[in-house]
T-cell receptor, first 110, second 113 residues
């Protein structure tokens, strides 16, 4: 079983829509969780860390459900510039490797 | 300040040749990671350095792949006897260690003909 699983999409949504992505992880010992954004032919960049209590950064909200071992990303009021691939990333703690999902592709349509 | 840099940005080689890919991390970052990314996939972990030592090399696919970081800064990923299946984007990332944010370089696109 893969360490991290994501629905690859693609998600095609109109501008202004709300879209949500989920990601599941297999190892209950996982301690740190992140969403990275990757534009076409570019390197991944951190979008936000995911905290146990959930956290929000502008139009983006991330949540963690440890019992069900999934994390989510909600994007409100989608912009054309949000079009990218969103990567779910999990780490088991200091000294351990990061595990990346395959990414979820989002295209925001005018 | 300067981000993570990788050279070359593109490398085309023939099957069976040897290649070296270089990563220059952000100054002061003790942790350095190498990943390989194929089209439509997320980055696949290869190796992780904490300082000069390889803390985890479990992602290296076979003994044709080797990486070094002799002075705890610049790292080189070495691939011997390249195969067509090695074609991918090789990404390097650095961080302050632990599970803190990784900063990625632009990658080296390797094509093995």
């Amino acid at each position: 079983r893969k360490e991290v699983e994501q629905d690859p999409g693609p998600f095609n949504v109109p501008e202004g829509a709300t879209v949500a992505f989920n990601c599941t992880y297999s190892n209950s010992a996982s301690q740190s969780f992140f969403w990275y954004r990757q534009d076409c032919r570019k390197e991944p960049k951190l979008l936000m860390s995911v905290y146990s209590s959930g956290n929000e950064d502008g139009r983006f909200t991330a949540q963690l459900n440890r019992a069900s071992q999934y994390i989510s990303l909600l994007i409100r009021d989608s912009k054309l510039s949000d079009s990218a691939t969103y990567l779910c990333v999990v780490n088991r703690g200091a000294g351990n490797q990061f595990y990346f999902g395959t990414g979820t592709s989002l295209t925001v349509i005018p | 300040g300067a981000g993570v840099s990788q050279t070359p940005s593109n490398k085309v080689t023939e099957k069976g040749k040897y290649v070296e890919l270089r990563c220059d991390p952000i100054s002061g970052h003790t942790a350095l990671y190498w990943y390989r990314q194929s089209l439509g996939q997320g980055p696949e972990f290869l190796i992780y350095f904490q300082g000069t030592g390889a803390a985890d090399d479990s992602g290296l696919p076979n003994d044709r792949f080797f990486a070094v970081r002799p002075e705890g800064s610049v790292s080189t990923l070495k691939i011997q006897r390249t195969e067509r299946g090695d074609s991918a984007v090789y990404l390097c990332a650095s961080s302050l260690g632990g599970a803190r944010e990784q900063f990625f370089g632009p990658g080296t696109r390797l094509t093995v003909l």
